[in-house]
Protein backbone atom coordinates (compact mmCIF):
# COMPACT_ATOMS: atom_id res chain seq x y z
CA UNK A 1 0.00 0.00 0.00
CA UNK A 2 1.52 3.64 -1.29
CA UNK A 3 1.57 6.74 1.08
CA UNK A 4 -1.26 9.28 1.81
CA UNK A 5 0.29 11.58 -0.59
CA UNK A 6 0.69 9.45 -3.58
CA UNK A 7 -1.66 9.42 -6.97
CA UNK A 8 -2.89 11.97 -8.82
CA UNK A 9 -5.25 14.58 -7.90
CA UNK A 10 -7.94 16.89 -9.06
CA UNK A 11 -8.15 20.35 -7.53
CA UNK A 12 -11.20 22.65 -8.30
CA UNK A 13 -10.24 26.36 -8.33
CA UNK A 14 -12.00 29.81 -8.27
CA UNK A 15 -10.63 32.70 -10.63
CA UNK A 16 -9.51 35.56 -8.49
CA UNK A 17 -10.33 37.46 -11.52
CA UNK A 18 -14.13 36.64 -13.22
CA UNK A 19 -14.90 34.04 -10.31
CA UNK A 20 -15.59 31.02 -12.22
CA UNK A 21 -14.35 27.71 -10.93
CA UNK A 22 -12.22 25.30 -13.31
CA UNK A 23 -11.09 22.15 -12.68
CA UNK A 24 -6.91 20.33 -13.52
CA UNK A 25 -6.92 16.89 -13.20
CA UNK A 26 -4.02 14.07 -12.77
CA UNK A 27 -1.27 16.40 -10.60
CA UNK A 28 1.05 15.37 -7.93
CA UNK A 29 0.84 16.29 -4.68
CA UNK A 30 4.16 18.46 -5.42
CA UNK A 31 2.23 20.60 -7.64
CA UNK A 32 -0.80 21.29 -6.14
CA UNK A 33 0.44 24.36 -3.95
CA UNK A 34 1.68 25.84 -7.47
CA UNK A 35 -1.30 26.10 -9.40
CA UNK A 36 -2.69 29.50 -8.07
CA UNK A 37 0.58 30.65 -9.31
CA UNK A 38 1.00 29.71 -12.29
CA UNK A 39 -2.62 28.38 -14.13
CA UNK A 40 -4.59 30.85 -16.02
CA UNK A 41 -8.51 30.96 -15.85
CA UNK A 42 -9.52 28.91 -18.66
CA UNK A 43 -12.37 31.46 -18.89
CA UNK A 44 -10.82 35.09 -18.91
CA UNK A 45 -7.02 33.92 -18.96
CA UNK A 46 -6.48 35.76 -15.56
CA UNK A 47 -3.42 34.56 -13.77
CA UNK A 48 -1.50 35.56 -10.55
CA UNK A 49 -1.35 39.28 -9.86
CA UNK A 50 2.17 40.69 -8.69
CA UNK A 51 1.42 43.57 -6.92
CA UNK A 52 3.72 45.98 -4.49
CA UNK A 53 4.22 45.31 -0.98
CA UNK A 54 2.22 48.15 0.18
CA UNK A 55 -0.73 47.05 -2.30
CA UNK A 56 -0.83 43.55 -0.15
CA UNK A 57 -0.30 40.01 -1.08
CA UNK A 58 -0.71 38.65 -4.82
CA UNK A 59 -4.04 38.32 -6.20
CA UNK A 60 -3.70 33.86 -6.75
CA UNK A 61 -6.50 31.91 -7.33
CA UNK A 62 -8.37 30.30 -4.50
CA UNK A 63 -8.07 26.40 -4.19
CA UNK A 64 -11.91 25.36 -3.41
CA UNK A 65 -11.05 21.54 -3.15
CA UNK A 66 -8.19 18.85 -3.91
CA UNK A 67 -10.00 14.78 -4.54
CA UNK A 68 -7.96 12.22 -4.91
CA UNK A 69 -8.32 10.18 -8.92
CA UNK A 70 -10.18 7.01 -8.99
CA UNK A 71 -7.64 4.56 -9.89
Known sequence: ???????????????????????????????????????PCPHCSAQSVSQSPSQGPKKLHRILDVRRDEK
Open 1 to 39: MGQAGEGKWTVVLRCQECGTRFTISRLSTERIPLLPQVV
